[in-house]
Structure formats: C-alpha cells, structure tokens
C-alpha cells in the first residue's frame, strides 16, 4: 500500500530543502522522522509535517489499523521549484537589484518495504 502528501509554496529554497530531504530518501519511516526531528533545519520542519501528513494518509486508506510504521519506508521524495517573487532592492545611485524569494513544492511517497 502507498500514500502520499504534497507540500506547495512552501517558503524555502528547493536547493536547501534538498539538502534536508536527501538524507531520509530511502530511509525506514520511524528512522525518517527521528532524523528530522533531530535537525535544526527549517526545512527539516516543512519535510516533516509533509512526512506526518503522509501518514496520515496512509492510516486513512488502509482497512486494518496501522500501529507499526517500521514495516513502511520512503519510498520516493523529490522536491520542485514553485513559482518565485520578485522584489526589488534600491540601491546607491538610482539603481535597483531584483529579490528572487524562491519556494518549493515537496512530494513526499511512503509506502511498503516489500515491493
């Protein structure tokens, strides 16, 4: 059984977040989330909320109960460029420099050990 949950706009930067993200991709659920849960990052943060919200999916489309999620891994997590703002900075002389605030779309796929 797979689940999985998509994290739009989040407001950092793709190259940050997968820096964050490369080190839980293939990893067991429970070593995933004890993982971010021990690094300061704030992408760490937003991967986990997006993690805990595939599980959640996950609870919610299997029949029997789920209680162990150490026979479940990270089956695929990949991060996307969302749409950047623009902004401008004035600078010395009449000049300007263009702010690029860049987000991130974050998907994240769990699902069984066995395939």
């Known amino acids: 059984m797979e689940a999985k949950a998509i994290g739009r706009k989040l407001r950092i930067s793709p190259l940050k977040l997968r ?14 989330i004890y993982i971010l849960k021990n690094l300061p990052n704030k992408g760490a943060r937003l991967a986990l909320k997006v993690l805990n919200s595939a599980i959640a ?21 990949c ?16 000049r300007a420099d263009i702010l690029r605030k860049q987000s991130s779309h974050l998907l994240v796929i769990i699902g069984d050990e066995l395939k």
Do not use: C, H, T, W
């Open 79 to 94: 991060v996307d460029q969302a749409p950047v703002m623009k902004r401008i900075m004035p600078r010395a002389r009449g």
């Open 19 to 32: 820096k964050v993200i490369n080190q839980i991709r293939g990893k067991n659920l429970l070593e995933a």
């Open 57 to 77: 999916n996950l609870k919610y489309k299997s029949e029997e109960k789920i209680e162990d999620l150490s026979k479940f891994k990270v089956l695929k997590i």
